[in-house]
């Protein structure tokens, strides 16, 4: 393999001696697509820290699911903001709330979409934290209960994979013995195995209104320091029943997905979060970068890293320059 007998530029000549040499490729099947659900009819607000995001009333969500559907995306994953919060998030697990309300237009509507539901409580709680406060510490058991309760209800709305996001310990073994029990033992659980404490949730938690009102997250979510505790996490989650297994946030864990994909044989997905998505759409919309090279760049390595699949705010974006033959991917 030394010049000049071997002269790697050969195999980069032409369009399609790229094509036939790439290694990795996006595909619309790789897509899973985030959305924000609020009570009300007839709300599409758009997300200022989010361009081209919206929090979407049920009716609405309804539209931009089927939207979804029909460029071939397979995935949706529901956000909820509930009309009242309280100290211990109970609408979370309202059988009429709005992500429950949602799960079940969706399907109607969309049968083959597969509809995923975060479970936590940040977005439900009055102090912002992903679960029940107990002189100001998460208190890790009594959260798990209702995280259980929170699990069977997306299932009783007919969910088809419930997405534990909380970073509770033993929260997967609690969905899954919780679902077991109540008779939807085929309802998947996506695990957020490795997530981390993370300054690019900074536009999610506006447009979810779940920033915490004090203190931070890092007393559950992982230090960004680590990486040998993420493989922990991993062998928990999957011993206690997890189907797939997610990291993240992706742009800045990408060894980490390459780690979990390399170590264990289960299912992988990255979330690309709302920071990353908020960064590339700054840029583009200034003209500093060029949009569809970036995204599609961006999501391919999140794919070459190791991640089956990716949730990510553009996926419909994605989907499009897919469907338009976009060579960048
Ligand atoms: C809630 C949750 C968060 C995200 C997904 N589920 C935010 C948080 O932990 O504050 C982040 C998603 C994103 O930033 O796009 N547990
Ligand atoms: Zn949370």
Redesign the pocket.
Known sequence: MNFPEYRPRRLRRTDALRRMIRETRLSVDDLVY?MFVVPGSGVAKPIPSMPGQFNWSVDKAVDEAARAHDLGIPAVIL?GIPERKDAVGSDAWNAGGVVQKAIRAIKKRCPELIVIA?A?F??YTDHGH?GILHDGELDNDASLENLARLAVSYAKAGVDIVAP???LDGFVGACRESLDEEGFEQIAIMA?SA?YA?G??????D??Q???QSGD?RGY?MDPGNAAEAAREVAMDVAEGADIIMV??ALAYLDIVRMVSDDTNMPIAA???????AMIEAAAEKGWIDRERVVMETLLGIRRAGADMI?T?HAPYAAELLAKGSRRA
Do not use: H, I, N, W
């Open positions: 985030p956000f975060d936590c940040c977005e992903c996001s909380g970073m957020y997530k993370s690019y949730y900074g536009p999610f938690r447009a979810a779940s920033a915490p997250r979510q993240k946030p979330y690309a979060v709302s920071g990353e998505y949730l705010y």
